[in-house]
């Protein structure tokens, strides 16, 4: 085989497949003997040199040691591990193999510095020395390099980066990308090394920023996908809260306001830690007392209109849900300044009827310990954590704080609506870094305080039981395995008979079990058993503190409901009753619409009952809205289908399966004493459908198109006697904001 002449960029690309070809090897000793003419500086003029682009199965001549960079380049993200993006081409050295527990590094072979400029593409971890690539001149590290992510949430985009290296031109050097770092963010990503007299777009370090306050909000300009720069907010020159956010360098896609009144009359500091010179992210950021380009509040095509979403950036968890002063709260976990999940505060929002909304912005912002991650709360009602004044009793938040150690902290109020963090936090330490999501409530039989905490143990998913006379001092009393973060526990009625009470353990899947309780052990009656049948659905939680007159256990999920190009994406389910009924399996939870949405009504079709017939025209022609309801009560007979059609989706049921099939995704529903009692509502992004007397609850996220505002009824197979059949066509929950 013919020699490809020798020539830098043969050189400096020995991390492609082609070093492992025999014939490279070879090259590699003509270049040792030839080494001064060939590396001489300016050999080959302005040309940039790659040293590493990590596009071949192996890592080729550089070493490698431990496990964490795996044999080979990655193809993008690995098993466990966030989207990865930022990289150039399809491979990048990644360090998240075997997860972050995970240690090693690649040494490069060496190389001459004969350009001005090292640039790269870094994301992963930031842990300076431990996380990071180094280069070594003379055996002495010169410059090192590491990752943007220095606590939970962030990002895994990898950005450019670069190395003033003019001093070392002619100097041989190498290359080390160390990981040895466990835990969280515990890698380091890289990609894309040049040698380049160009010199790189320049980073400002630290750039900043005062405000003089006297408007509500600081608009900040954010682009989805853009880097994330890490944002910090000083007053009187002290860290009031960091966040990771995606500064828009240009056009912004969307802007996010940061509320500043509490420092109103105050002379604010906002910092950045890095941005390219030519960014007017910074620059930009407006005082304002409204949310620049908001298109009327919650109006957006794809905001549901009875479903809660916040106005801007990212929900998940459903947090703190509690009746208090009259109010139910919801608290959720909120990126206040990204699309994304990230920077997890908790946003907070109250209603008096469980439908109509007021946000009230962040309540509890990163701190020291970390990002704010899932919690509950309760009303202390004997004010056993001494919080309380004027003889009212406080409302207290108990959520993790996910830093390194991930810990168990309080905050409490008196007014519901500013909140204070504990002094003595946190309440519980670190168990494992898997440990997290505290649901809490007060234990009458015991007179004590209960939380369920989920913690990953031994890589064995946990709840672990803890008490406590005072919200503060906890004692671990029991454990019981199989259930994924964000536990629920509470007691129900069997069939509302107050005589013949259970005790349901839920986690994040909505999968449950049913037994008994003691104050301090759980005893499962049952197997786990399926929670919704649909998609979409996690985290839910349920109201504490709901009066006894009115006696309902009520729930809200997240709803996984993507709203691509929006200001603002996820949503909450409907708030939903749950009951526990008798089955001939034995007692089971069922799920249904609370009875306040009917407020919504605002069109009605009543169909007297009747007999539908296959080929009969379609009962529900007159229903053309946008936001619809739809109840119904059916005999079947013994084979056939009933089908309805709501904006383009189609809900069926099956009667000879006994199936309710929500635009093809199949799940049981079995007919209650021979009938069908069927419930649907759709909203501008999913559907919520409810069938058996709640036995089977289908979520479904959904976009229908606004064209499409008809709806139908068709049966096959057979006639299908209807006892009812109502349509409502519904007003918005957002009227008046």
């Known amino acids: 085989m013919r020699m490809p002449p020798l020539n830098h960029t043969v050189f400096f690309r020995l991390s492609h497949a082609f070093q492992v070809a025999a014939w490279l090897k070879a090259i590699l000793g003509a270049l040792a003997l030839a080494g001064a003419i060939c590396f001489a500086p300016g050999a080959r003029g302005a040309d940039d040199i790659v040293v590493a682009d990590f596009e071949g199965p192996t890592y080729g001549l550089w070493k490698v040691t431990g496990a964490a960079f795996g044999s080979g ?14 990289f150039k081409g399809k491979g990048l ?44 001149v003379d055996g002495k590290v010169v410059r090192s390099a590491t990752g943007p992510n220095g606590v939970a949430g962030g990002s895994e985009a990898l950005a450019q980066e670069s190395w003033n290296v003019s ?54 300009p954010i682009q989805n996908g853009a880097p994330r720069r890490v944002v910090s907010l000083l007053v ?9 956010i995606e500064l828009a360098p240009g056009k912004p896609d969307w802007w996010a306001p940061m509320e500043v009144t509490a420092w109103n009359g105050k002379t604010v500091t906002l910092v950045v830690d890095k941005m390219p010179e030519d960014s007017t992210g910074l620059a930009t950021i407006e005082p304002a007392d409204a949310i620049r380009d908001e298109v009327g509040p919650y109006r957006e095509k794809l905001r549901g209109q009875f479903h809660f979403s916040p106005r801007r950036g990212w929900n998940n968890d459903p947090n703190g849900m509690v009746f208090f002063n009259g109010e139910y709260h919801l608290f959720f976990q909120h990126n206040p300044y990204g699309w994304d999940w990230g920077n997890m505060h908790w946003g907070h929002a109250v209603s008096k009827d469980l439908v109509h909304w007021e946000e009230l912005g962040d309540k509890l912002l990163p701190d020291a ?83 369920t905490l989920y913690v990953e143990l031994n890589k064995v998913h946990t709840i672990h ?14 454990t019981t395995d199989g259930f994924f973060e964000c536990p629920d526990f509470f007691e129900l009625a069997i069939d509302n008979n107050p005589a013949k009470r259970k005790w349901v353990l839920t986690g994040a899947s909505s999968e449950y079990q049913v037994g008994s309780f003691d104050g301090r052990t759980f005893i499962p009656e049952t197997p786990k058993l399926p929670g919704h049948r649909g998609k979409g659905f996690y985290a839910a939680q349920t109201f504490s503190d709901i009066p006894q007159t009115d006696g309902r256990r009520i729930q809200i999920g997240w709803f996984q409901t993507p709203t691509l190009g929006m200001p603002f994406n996820q ?15 034995g007692p089971r939870l069922t799920w249904t619409p609370v009875r306040e949405l009917a407020g919504l009504r605002a069109k009605t079709i009543d169909v007297p009952a009747m007999v539908l017939q296959p080929g009969d025209a379609n ?111 519904l007003r918005s929950a957002w009227e008046g904001k």
């Open 73 to 86: 380049p990655a193809q993008g993200k690995l098993p466990g591990q966030m989207a990865v993006d930022g």
């Open 93 to 136: 050295a990644n360090s998240f193999f075997q997860g972050d527990d995970s240690t090693g590094a690649l040494h490069s072979p060496e190389f001459t510095i004969e350009r001005k400029f090292i640039s790269f593409l870094m994301g992963g971890g930031k842990h300076p020395g431990k996380a990071c690539m180094n280069l070594r």
């Open 167 to 220: 001093e070392f031109i002619g100097k041989m050097a190498t290359l080390e990308i160390l990981d040895t770092v466990r835990g969280g963010w515990g890698h380091i990503t890289v990609d894309h090394i040049v040698l380049t007299d160009k010199k790189p777009p320049g980073l400002l370090a630290n750039a900043q920023r005062d405000f003089r306050v006297n408007q509500r909000y600081l608009n900040i």
């Open 236 to 244: 009187d020159g002290k860290l009031v809260v960091r966040n990771d």
């Open 369 to 451: 310990m970390g990002p704010m991650f899932s919690g509950s709360a309760v009303v202390d009602w004997k004010n056993t954590s001494g919080f309380g004044t004027g003889g009212k009793p406080p409302l207290v938040l108990l959520y993790t704080a996910a830093g390194n150690p991930t810990v168990q902290c309080v905050a409490y109020s008196n007014d519901g609506r500013s909140f204070t963090k504990y002094a003595g936090n946190p309440v519980i330490r670190e168990i494992t870094g898997g440990n997290r999501d505290p649901k809490v409530f007060w234990h009458e039989p015991t007179r004590k305080w209960v939380m």
């Open 465 to 478: 039981f803890f008490t406590s006379p005072n919200l503060k001092d906890w004692k671990l009393v029991s």
């Open 571 to 585: 949503s909450m389910t409907l708030p939903l009753e749950q009951q526990l009924i008798t089955t001939l399996e």
């Open 619 to 729: 009962p529900l022609a007159a229903l053309k809205d946008e936001l619809v309801e739809i109840r119904a009560s059916f005999t079947p007979g013994q084979d056939g289908e009933v089908v309805f059609t709501v904006r383009g989706a189609t809900i069926v049921y099956d009667v000879k399966k006994s199936e309710l099939v929500v635009n093809g995704h199949r799940a049981p529903a079995p007919l209650r004493q021979g009938r069908q009692n069927l419930v649907i509502y759709c909203d501008r992004m999913g559907l919520e459908v409810f069938a058996s007397d709640g036995l089977t609850y289908v979520p479904m996220p959904y976009i229908p198109s606004p064209m499409d505002q008809t709806a139908s009824l068709k049966v096959q197979g057979g006639p299908v006697g209807f006892k009812v059949l109502q349509a409502y066509g």
